[in-house]
């Protein structure tokens, strides 16, 4: 069965259950231990860093033959904590695999450019810059980042396989304008760890004018992270869609 949560992040050490911290795992894994009376496994579709929220991360599980995905999501909201929402279940061919069997991602990135994106109300989502931004610089940031490119400058250097190429190909990269600032919007087959955080990064600092347009082209082409910017910070980035083959989902939803 395909679980698709919602989550604030702040609350949570991420993704993965880690033994003495809070986790989205962990608290799912508990809930769903609560409701089967035996232990369950949650596997998600990916790991989400600390502070990083999601309203369409994937969780994989197999639970008692009793439980139907709508009695399941109706009982799982009744205990989760408030930070947590199942959004949807869904019945899924045995030959699921929530990370494996994933064929694109989706992530969204927020940045703040008037004066009340440091509100309480609005920074705990969003990246709170307080000005604004070369609007065209960051168009042509996000066009040079789509198909297939080598993205080690926008990794976490030794998070991924030595023999991994760390290719990745992006379908959609854009900026749009929303009240009160922009969102960065980007999908791909796959992402490297903090790869989305590094991207929105250099492009801030190139967009205030603290680096050339061209260094986005340069990266795509470097062998590590050494000139890349500091990744953005995780409170503003969103997991928002992960997508499956058709033929998983039963009754070809």
Same mark, same amino acid.
């Given at each position: ?36 009376? %035996?232990? +369950?496994?949650?596997?998600? @579709? ?6 990083? #929220? /999601? !309203?369409?991360q $994937?969780? &994989? ?20 904590? %408030?930070? +947590?929402?199942?959004?949807? @279940? ?6 699921? #695999? /929530? !990370?494996?069997? $994933?064929? &694109? ?17 609005r ?18 940031? /996000? ?10 400058a ?18 959609e990269?854009?900026w ?19 790869m989305v ?11 205030r ?45």
């Amino acid at each position: 069965m395909q679980l698709v949560l919602h989550y604030d992040g702040a609350g949570f050490s991420g993704w993965q259950r880690q033994p003495a911290t809070r986790t989205v795992q962990g608290v799912l894994e508990g809930a769903l231990e609560r409701l089967c009376n %035996a232990p +369950v496994g949650a596997l998600g @579709a990916g790991r989400t860093d600390s502070g990083v #929220h /999601a !309203r369409g991360q $994937a969780v &994989g599980v197999r639970v008692p033959l009793q439980w139907d995905a709508a009695e399941l999501r109706r009982a799982l909201n009744a205990v989760l904590p %408030a930070d +947590v929402w199942v959004a949807d @279940a869904v019945e899924m061919c045995d030959a699921f #695999h /929530a !990370r494996y069997s $994933a064929t &694109g991602r989706r992530y969204s990135y927020n940045v703040g450019t008037d004066r009340e994106a440091s509100s309480p109300f609005r920074r705990r989502w969003e990246w709170a810059l307080g000005a604004p931004l070369h609007r065209e610089a960051l168009v042509e940031c /996000a066009a040079a980042l789509i198909g297939t490119h080598c993205f080690r400058a926008f990794a976490v250097r030794g998070t991924a396989p030595v023999a991994d190429d760390h290719r990745c190909t992006i379908v959609e990269a854009a900026w749009r304008e929303r009240p009160g600032g922009l969102l960065f919007e980007v999908e791909a087959n796959r992402f490297l760890h903090h790869m989305v955080r590094f991207l929105v990064g250099t492009m801030i600092d190139i967009a205030r004018g603290r680096r050339p347009v061209a260094d986005m082209v340069r990266l795509l082409a470097a062998e590590d992270n050494g000139s890349t910017s500091a990744p953005a910070p995780p409170h503003g980035l969103f997991l928002d869609i992960v997508r499956y083959p058709r033929e998983l989902y039963l009754g070809g939803t």
